[in-house]
């Protein structure tokens, strides 16, 4: 539950290195671009990255075009991520697989899949880090033009399902 005037979005993919602190540094661009208070934050279905910081490849493509990834460190979702979070965004099906699995029945509704947002042609983000150089851009034109549509309804003050 919204304990103050602002949303929180935890972001999840599986090791938090690649696409979660992506989707995490472009929605705090665009929210700081647009005036819209949110608190984002994300992580990763499993724990074996944490403490890293995101991959040089995904900062060096966000970089290019004018994202952040200071202070932004990996880490594995906790039970207490599903009462602190009022959106949970899963990179693709299995990770959403992996967080239903620990998340409370109740919270269920907490969960989406990042892509639902938008109009992209496809649901999953695909994980980027065995792949070519090119699929990190990949990564954030689907990020990108997701967060921009989440963007929009959280400053809108009619509600959406699940913010």
Same mark, same amino acid.
């Given at each position: 539950?919204?304990?103050?005037?602002?949303?929180?979005?935890?972001?999840? !993919?599986?090791?938090?290195?690649?696409?979660?602190?992506?989707?995490?540094?472009?929605?705090?661009?665009?929210?700081?671009? =647009?005036?819209?208070?949110?608190?984002?934050?994300?992580?990763?279905?499993?724990?074996? =990255?944490?403490?890293?910081?995101?991959?040089?490849?995904?900062?060096?493509?966000?970089?290019?075009?004018?994202?952040?990834?200071?202070?932004?460190? /990996?880490?594995?979702?906790?039970?207490?991520?599903?009462?602190?979070?009022?959106?949970?965004?899963?990179?693709?099906?299995?990770?959403?697989?992996?967080?239903? /699995?620990? !998340?409370?029945? =109740?919270? =269920?509704?907490?969960?989406?899949?990042?892509?639902?947002?938008?109009?992209?042609?496809?649901?999953?983000?695909?994980?980027?880090?065995?792949? /070519?150089?090119?699929?990190?851009?990949?990564?954030?034109?689907?990020?990108? /033009?997701?967060?921009?549509?989440?963007?929009?309804?959280?400053?809108?003050?009619?509600?959406?399902?699940?913010?």
């Amino acid at each position: 539950m919204k304990k103050d005037n602002v949303t929180k979005i935890l972001v999840v !993919c599986m090791g938090n290195i690649c696409r979660s602190p992506t989707g995490e540094a472009v929605l705090k661009h665009l929210a700081q671009q =647009h005036g819209v208070a949110i608190k984002v934050d994300s992580a990763g279905t499993i724990g074996f =990255h944490a403490g890293n910081p995101p991959d040089k490849r995904s900062q060096q493509a966000a970089l290019k075009r004018g994202y952040n990834f200071q202070g932004i460190y /990996a880490r594995q979702v906790t039970v207490q991520d599903f009462d602190d979070f009022d959106l949970i965004l899963a990179a693709d099906n299995h990770n959403m697989t992996d967080l239903k /699995a620990i !998340c409370p029945k =109740h919270l =269920h509704y907490k969960l989406a899949l990042f892509l639902q947002y938008g109009e992209q042609n496809t649901i999953e983000i695909p994980d980027p880090y065995y792949g /070519a150089e090119n699929g990190f851009e990949t990564v954030l034109d689907l990020i990108e /033009a997701a967060s921009v549509v989440i963007i929009k309804k959280i400053a809108q003050p009619t509600k959406i399902s699940p913010l």
